[in-house]
């Protein structure tokens, strides 16, 4: 028991001791236990390296609306078996990917609302123009680590000519070697 007091106090300690400040997140000047505990738990965030990474998209849910039941299902089919591409992140990318990198293929004109990154979790929000004034609005969230990462994909087109287009799914990356 005496060793997990002392570990605690030692990491409030160095937690205190440290240039960022960020473990004391409510910025009242006092570390309490709670503070430590969680960015323990988070951790430094981790860089993604550069180089030549490969995408699987798998989409588990499709809704088309006003698309005939076969062809929905024939829809469904193929994006269920995956697509996969590859894109290239440059050293300038690997704290923060352009938000393209995340984008389908041939996906241009992503913006980010929303990135963060805790340790090895990832959270992020964008929209993509989805193009002929559609636009995609994609939530990520998932794990990551410097040669590989898993988000779950939610994703709603609005603006297509069928109307809002929902998709769930997974996005699977891992590097593949250099660009």
Known sequence: MKKFVLAGAAAVLIAGCSDSGTADADGDGTIT????????????????RAGRWEHTVQFSELNVPGVPAGMEDMVKQQMGSGITTSRCMTEEEVN??????????????????????????????????AGNGAKANVAMDGEFG??????????????SPAGDVTMKGTISGKRIGDC
């Open 96 to 129: 923060r990917p352009n938000a393209d990198f995340f984008g389908g293929e041939k996906q241009q004109n992503c913006t980010y609302e929303e990135f963060d990154r805790s340790g090895n979790r990832m959270t992020l929000r964008m929209t993509c123009d």
């Open 33 to 48: 236990q709670e503070e430590v505990a969680a960015e323990v738990a988070d951790g430094p965030a981790v860089a993604m």
């Open 146 to 159: 410097s040669d590989s990462f898993e988000l779950q994909l939610d994703n709603t087109v609005t603006g």
